[in-house]
Nanobody, 128 residues
Framework: QVQLVESGGGSAQAGGSLRLSCAAS????????MAWFRQAPGKEREKVAIIYTLGPGAAPPDYADSVKGRFTIAQDNAENTLTLQMNNLKPEDTATYYCAAAIILACGNLRLGRANYWGQGTQVTVSS
């Protein structure tokens, strides 16, 4: 059974930082494309960042324009986790953040907001 469990959410001041983690069980993150999505109240879920499987020719991480230069997605293969380092946070980053995974053949679906597996989400609140 696949489980993705997010942690690290909480409250921060604008300009501050938070680091989200997604612990995976039942799948190996290095064999999947992994992503972070977020959903703010009253808004649709949106892609934050996608990381493709490692290896020669792998595409670089894909970030939403709104987080480029501030957020960094990474995989920790030893811990089988996905992380999202969020710096210079803004109030508009307030949302529930979800970890997602796609099998190799379905990596392209992540750009459409579709994944094979989802976590339950962790809340991030940024105050001005």
């Amino acid at each position: 059974q696949v489980q993705l469990v997010e942690s690290g959410g909480g409250s921060a001041q604008a300009g501050g930082s938070l680091r989200l983690s997604c612990a995976a069980s039942g799948l190996t993150v290095s064999n999947h494309c992994m992503a972070w999505f977020r959903q703010a109240p009253g808004k649709e879920r949106e892609k934050v960042a996608i990381i493709y499987t490692l290896g020669p020719g792998a595409a670089p991480p894909d970030y939403a324009d709104s987080v480029k230069g501030r957020f960094t997605i990474a995989q920790d293969n030893a811990e089988n986790t996905l992380t999202l380092q969020m710096n210079n946070l803004k109030p508009e980053d307030t949302a529930t953040y979800y970890c997602a995974a796609a099998i190799i053949l379905a990596c392209g679906n992540l750009r459409l907001g579709r994944a094979n597996y989802w976590g339950q989400g962790t809340q991030v609140t940024v105050s001005s």
